[in-house]
T-cell receptor, first 111, second 117 residues
């Protein structure tokens, strides 16, 4: 069983639409959760951390459901510049543990 | 201002010829990581240094080694690159506080894309 699973897509979405991604994680001891964005041939960049209470940053909203072990990302009013791969990431949150990445969901915003 | 710097950005080596990738950071973070990312795959942690302590992932091949001569620099050595080692190699840093918990998330460098001929 994969540790972090995501639908790879691609999601083809018209500009201005709302799009949602989910991911599931297998390690119930995971403590920290993130969404990273990765553009083609570039490094991953932190989009936002994910908290149990849910959090919002402009057009982006992230939710965590610990009971079901899934994480979601909602993008409202999508822009062409949102086209990228979105990586769901978890870590145990303690010490210097590395991050466990999902394979990513590829999003294409169409004009 | 660049915070995590990787050199070179592109590296071409021959099958079996040792290669060293470099990472430096200006964040004064105490943890440095090396990830391998192959095409269309997730980044995979190879190992990390927590201060001077080296922590190897169980499934990292012996062909991969690392050195951290000081806080700012960390090197990835591939002793005998094979065709399957062609990938993007990402360096990342984070800061672990006295509580033992990560104070910051991980910051990634731009990566070194390795080609093996």
């Amino acid at each position: 069983r994969k540790e972090v699973e995501q639908d790879p897509g691609p999601f083809n979405v018209p500009e201005g639409a709302t799009v949602a991604f989910n991911c599931t994680y297998s390690n119930s001891a995971s403590q920290s959760f993130f969404w990273y964005r990765q553009d083609c041939r570039k490094e991953p960049k932190l989009l936002m951390s994910v908290y149990s209470s849910g959090n919002e940053d402009g057009r982006f909203t992230a939710q965590l459901n610990r009971a079901s072990q899934y994480i979601s990302l909602l993008i409202r009013d999508s822009k062409l510049s949102d086209s990228a791969t979105y990586l769901c990431v978890v870590s145990s949150g303690g010490g210097a543990d590395g991050l466990t990445f999902g394979k990513g969901t590829h999003l294409i915003i169409q004009p | 201002d660049a915070m995590v710097i990787q050199n070179p950005r592109y590296q071409v080596t021959q099958f079996g010829k040792p290669v060293t990738l470099s990472c430096s950071q200006t964040l004064n973070h105490n943890v440095m990581y090396w990830y391998q990312q192959k095409s269309s795959q997730a980044p995979k942690l190879l190992f990390h240094y927590y201060d001077k302590d080296f922590n190897n992932e169980a499934d990292t091949p012996d062909n991969f080694q690392s050195r951290r001569p000081n806080t700012s620099f960390c090197f990835l050595d591939i002793r005998s690159p094979g065709l399957g080692d062609a990938a993007m190699y990402l360096c990342a840093t984070s800061r672990v506080g006295t509580s033992g918990r990560v104070a910051d998330t991980q910051y990634f460098g731009p990566g070194t894309r390795l080609t093996v001929l």
